[in-house]
């Protein structure tokens, strides 16, 4: 706390880390001004929804050698990091479904060619479930029970809670580690998923962020560090802020601009 006396301003990028900032400041509780870099254009964009389309590919490659084509995935969350893993997956010729709650993704889902489905009516048949919600037991272990044999079950989202892997360390089933990261839990029938990175975050867990990518978030940072360094007294108060169109553009810009 005596810190704080000091302290300018906080930046934060993480999906969870902004969450805290804005209940802080609900409860009156935020010492000193706060920018939202996660919902940032350049952070959201790039971070979530481009990134999250390639490293998607390169964490399932590296863990399981699969082939895309004809197999049957169903992406729970339709946000940016669902929308950037169900193109990808398209475009390599997977039969992609949607599980969505809110009305405006779900219908920016349909409208981009995918099936919205509940997850409950193809747990059975998909090859591959990929969570992207940020929200907590969106998988539960009844879903987990009626998955088919070598069902592939991975998180996208912005923690491990999306999975109910806890669920899965009972007696009756066996853990099977067949490499880094990868795990088979095997049912007493014989039955088993390969469950990767045990429910934490496969784009950091599995695959690599390109340093493109990393450059834009850290910049964005960088940015908005400057912003609050800066301001006159009084700009900003002890509130949650996004980062000024102003600043988010001459990143853009100089993204655009940059020499190959």
């Given at each position: 706390?005596?810190?704080?006396?000091?302290?300018?301003?906080i930046?934060?990028?993480?999906?969870?880390?902004?969450?805290?900032?804005?209940?802080?400041?609900?409860?009156?509780?935020?010492?000193?001004?706060?920018?939202?870099?996660?919902?940032?254009?350049?952070?959201?964009?790039?971070?979530?929804?481009?990134?999250?389309?390639?490293?998607?590919?390169?964490?399932?490659?590296?863990?399981?050698?699969?082939m895309?084509?004809?197999?049957?995935?169903?992406?729970?969350g339709?946000?940016?990091?669902?929308?950037?893993?169900?193109?990808?997956?398209?475009?390599?010729?997977?039969?992609?479904?949607?599980?969505?709650?809110?009305?405006?993704?779900?219908?920016?889902?349909?409208?981009?060619?995918?099936?919205?489905?509940?997850?409950?009516?193809?747990?059975?048949?998909?090859?591959?479930?990929?969570?992207?919600?940020?929200?907590?037991?969106?998988?539960?272990?009844?879903?987990?029970?009626?998955?088919?044999?070598s069902?592939?079950?991975?998180?996208?989202?912005?923690?491990?809670?999306?999975?109910?892997?806890?669920?899965?360390?009972?007696?009756?089933?066996?853990?099977e580690?067949?490499?880094?990261?990868?795990?088979h839990?095997?049912?007493?029938?014989?039955?088993?998923?390969?469950?990767?990175?045990?429910?934490?975050?496969?784009?950091?867990?599995?695959?690599t962020?390109?340093?493109?990518?990393l450059?834009?978030?850290?910049?964005?940072?960088?940015?908005?560090?400057i912003?609050?360094?800066n301001?006159?007294?009084?700009?900003?108060?002890?509130?949650?802020?996004?980062?000024?169109k102003?600043?988010?553009?001459?990143?853009?810009l100089?993204?655009?601009?940059?020499?190959?």
């Open positions: 706390p005596n810190m704080f006396k000091k302290i300018k301003g930046v934060e990028e993480s999906v969870t880390g902004v969450h805290r900032l804005y209940q802080l400041s609900k409860a009156g509780k935020l010492c000193v001004p706060a920018m939202n870099v996660n919902d940032s254009v350049t952070k959201q964009k790039f971070d979530n929804l481009y990134c999250c389309r390639e490293s998607i590919l390169d964490g399932l490659k590296r863990t399981t050698d699969m895309f084509g004809g197999k049957q995935v169903v992406v729970c339709y946000g940016e990091v669902g929308k950037g893993c169900c193109a990808a997956l398209k475009a390599m010729g997977s039969i992609v479904y949607v599980t969505e709650i809110d009305p405006i993704c779900a219908l920016q889902a349909c409208m981009d060619g995918f099936r919205l489905v509940k997850l409950n009516e193809v747990i059975r048949q998909v090859d591959i479930v990929i969570t992207c919600t940020g929200n907590k037991n969106v998988v539960t272990r009844e879903h987990l029970d009626r998955m088919k044999n069902c592939i079950v991975c998180n996208m989202g912005h923690s491990n809670t999306e999975i109910d892997v806890a669920s899965l360390r009972t007696p009756e089933l066996t853990w580690r067949v490499r880094s990261q990868v795990d839990v095997i049912w007493p029938d014989g039955k088993r998923i390969v469950l990767l990175a045990e429910g934490r975050l496969l784009n950091l867990s599995c695959s962020v390109p340093t493109f990518v450059s834009i978030t850290a910049t964005t940072q960088a940015l908005a560090l912003e609050l360094y301001a006159p007294e009084g700009r900003y108060k002890q509130d949650v802020y996004l980062l000024p102003k600043m988010a553009g001459l990143l853009s100089a993204t655009k601009t940059r020499s190959p």
